[in-house]
Antibody
Framework: QVQLRESGPGLVKPSETLSLTCAISGPSRDGFSWTWIRQPAGKGLEWLGRIYRRGTTSYNPSLRSRLTLSLDMSRNQVSLKMISVTAADTAVYYC???????????WGLGTRVTVSS | AIQMTQSPSSLSASVGDRVTITCRASQDIKNDLGWYQQIAGKAPKLLIYAASNLRTGVPSRFSGNGSGTDFALTISSLQPEDLATYFCLQDFMVPLSFGGGTKVVV
């Protein structure tokens, strides 16, 4: 099954830009979509957005003005960029391939992001 | 946006109990719903997709049913390893939306 590994800076200052990468590896199908989800400590899950293999994107309206997803299959990675972060963006960020697509649904381990000065 | 109302928010049950968790959608989502299990400190794991389809490798004590607006996840005989938080997720419409979660204490 495909493996996903998120990586990022860990700590970001308020008003700065958060950049995360999801490295895709492993056998089996290449995947047709990659989704980003986040979870503040002790809270529920929030869908951020999705990018398809052909490059089409969809975003949570609450974040659309600040969020950009991109895909670089030559490097087998998906990227997330979020501008103007605040403390409310502090969370564990997960990368998911083929979410809810049966046996292909696969999550990374998540990467913790703290927004603090 | 579609709102997913999940209940209960927590429950305490004994080993061997039958446990049911429900999710109600704010509009008809056909059968575009899945159930996830999240063990503390881990990423969620898909149990059920398309409302009632058991993912390969998931124990048969887990089952899902429902369509339209009302859905349920049932654990037929609770096991100690089922201690976790369970979430529903709809993918009928963007933005996808999760239920608030049900914490199961064994």
């Amino acid at each position: 099954q495909v493996q996903l590994r998120e990586s990022g800076p860990g700590l970001v200052k308020p008003s700065e830009t958060l950049s995360l990468t999801c490295a895709i590896s492993g056998p089996s199908r290449d995947g047709f979509s990659w989704t980003w989800i986040r979870q503040p400590a002790g809270k529920g899950l929030e869908w951020l957005g999705r990018i398809y293999r052909r490059g089409t994107t969809s975003y949570n309206p609450s974040l659309r003005s600040r969020l950009t997803l991109s895909l670089d299959m030559s490097r087998n990675q998906v990227s997330l960029k979020m501008i103007s972060v605040t403390a409310a963006d502090t969370a564990v960020y997960y990368c998911v391939t083929d979410i809810l697509y049966g046996d292909s649904d696969s999550w990374g381990l998540g990467t913790r992001v703290t927004v603090s000065s | 946006a579609i709102q997913m109302t999940q209940s209960p928010s927590s429950l305490s049950a004994s080993v061997g109990d039958r446990v049911t968790i429900t999710c109600r959608a704010s509009q008809d989502i056909k059968n575009d719903l899945g159930w996830y299990q999240q063990i503390a400190g881990k990423a969620p794991k898909l149990l059920i997709y398309a409302a009632s389809n058991l993912r390969t490798g998931v124990p048969s004590r887990f089952s899902g049913n429902g369509s339209g607006t009302d859905f349920a996840l049932t654990i037929s005989s609770l096991q100690p390893e089922d201690l976790a938080t369970y979430f529903c997720l709809q993918d009928f419409m963007v933005p996808l939306s999760f239920g608030g979660g049900t914490k199961v204490v064994v």
